[in-house]
């Protein structure tokens, strides 16, 4: 039946031509991130300066995670497309937006990678009924053939919502608020981890989950995001990661 269906753009439902497509006045709001970027955050360089070259925040304040990557900025299409899969029971667009995900992520997605979605606490879970990270990294793990495990990081603590903290109070929000499965911790032992979120604003949340993993025993970790708060546009309370 759906073979007979019009195909619709992910985020206006105007008609296109491609499955998982967007129509061209959504693509063209669609604000990728492309190369150059920093080596260690994902973010651009308005020009080449090599190609494991850091920015000046990067340098200023390394972050625990080895790289950042992610498909565009929280804004306009990308922004649109987070929202309706995550509010609005839009769960078709993991696929796509899981395939855009590892195409950013080509640098250092393997076969050998775990693949770790950033949990939400059980209370959370049962009121939305999924979790967007971990139906994101389900399917990179299936695009990338890394190990998909969305139990060994957990959520101990049910912490407040994010949205509208300043940067201090969401790195306050999140301390000591994840923890990973004791019984399990022999996984992450020498492995390389791909840590999986939608959207990353101050970087809180990421540097809490990177230093639990890193306690667990991995040997690195590089998160993977579908959209990046620029920081460039958000009065000085844009991504600072620690």
């Known amino acids: 039946m759906n073979a007979l269906l019009p195909l619709r753009c ?4 105007t008609r296109v031509g491609s499955e998982d497509g967007l129509c061209p006045v959504c693509w063209h709001g669609m604000p990728f991130i492309e190369k150059p970027v920093c080596y260690r955050l ?15 925040r990067a340098i200023a304040s390394p972050p625990d995670f080895e790289r950042l990557r992610s498909v565009a900025f929280y804004e306009g299409s990308a922004q649109n497309l987070i929202l309706a ?9 993991a696929r796509p937006m899981g395939r855009w995900m590892n195409g950013a992520g080509r640098e250092f ?5 775990v693949i770790v979605p950033v949990p939400l606490h059980w209370s959370r879970l049962l009121s939305r009924r999924f979790n967007q990270s971990a139906a994101l990294a389900q399917v990179i793990a299936k695009e990338c053939g890394g190990d998909y495990e969305p139990d060994l990081l957990r959520r101990s603590k049910r912490t407040r919502r994010q949205v509208g903290l300043s940067a201090k109070e969401r790195h306050k929000n999140v301390r000591s608020a994840f923890t ?21 604003t101050t970087g809180s ?13 991995a040997s ?8 990046l708060a620029d920081p460039s546009r958000n009065n000085g309370d844009g991504m600072v990661v620690p």
């Open 10 to 13: 992910l985020c206006c439902d």
């Open 42 to 56: 994902g973010t651009p360089f308005s020009f080449d300066l090599g190609e494991q070259a850091w920015s000046p």
């Open 85 to 93: 899969f995550k509010f609005a029971g839009r769960r078709e667009l």
């Open 109 to 113: 997605l393997r076969t050998d990678s």
């Open 180 to 200: 990973f499965d004791k019984n399990r911790a022999g996984q992450f032992n020498g492995r390389h981890v791909v840590l999986i979120d939608d959207v990353i």
């Open 205 to 217: 949340t990421i540097a809490a989950c990177t230093k639990t993993l890193l306690a667990a025993g």
């Open 220 to 227: 690195s970790v590089d998160v993977l995001t579908f959209a």
